[in-house]
């Protein structure tokens, strides 16, 4: 495993307030396999990791006090196929606040797909990606009033499919005993 940087407001990463694998009780073997999210023409709302134990995350943004602003709300699901994963992750924040929030961000898979931006592709661009890792689970800081102040990716080592039958092996004799 591996974790990535977190984003938005870093001072924060000692507190973390949700993390997908305790949470929702992953194991090695669940992975995520889609991803629902809600977001305005400037703004990211919401992102639920959906994960194959048929648990969900729900992380929330703060939706825009300004109204006027916002022209449309729209929601969509970006579903992975089998034998594919997130191995690549865009975030888009709001430059000009202190604390950096994050207002979108897109997906790109092992099979070459990617989705479109979720929110707002306004501000500093930053990308996420390890060569040989996949997107495992999300973890950070959320408060209702404040939305995502903290959001980081941890991700999983991927290996070859006779390390995991070999590997498999190994742990079960070693359950017998």
């Not at 984003?7 to 997908?20: A, P, R």
């Not at 959320?142 to 092996?169: N, P, R, S, Y």
Request: aromatic share 12%; glycine share 6%; proline share 1%.
């Amino acid at each position: 495993m591996k974790e990535g940087l977190p984003y938005g407001n870093i001072n924060l990463i000692q507190n973390e307030s949700f993390n997908d694998a305790k949470d929702l009780e992953l194991t090695y073997t669940d992975q995520c396999i889609g991803v629902e999210l809600e977001w305005t023409n400037i703004s990211l709302i919401s992102v639920r990791f959906l994960y194959s134990n048929n648990r969900s995350s729900n992380i929330s943004t703060v939706q825009s006090k300004n109204t006027s602003l916002v022209s449309f709300q729209l929601t969509s699901t970006f579903m992975l196929t089998s034998n594919e994963e997130i191995n690549k992750i865009n975030l888009y924040q709001n430059s000009r606040e202190m604390n950096s929030s994050i207002v979108g961000i897109q997906f790109r898979t092992t099979n070459g797909r990617k989705s479109d931006v979720f929110g707002s592709n306004e501000g500093h661009f930053l990308t996420e990606s390890f060569e040989y890792y996949t997107f495992g689970y999300a973890k950070g800081k959320q408060q209702d009033d404040k939305g995502i102040e903290m959001l980081q990716f941890i991700w999983i080592k991927q290996t070859l499919a006779k390390e995991q039958i070999v590997t498999g092996e190994i742990f079960y004799f070693m359950t017998i005993k």
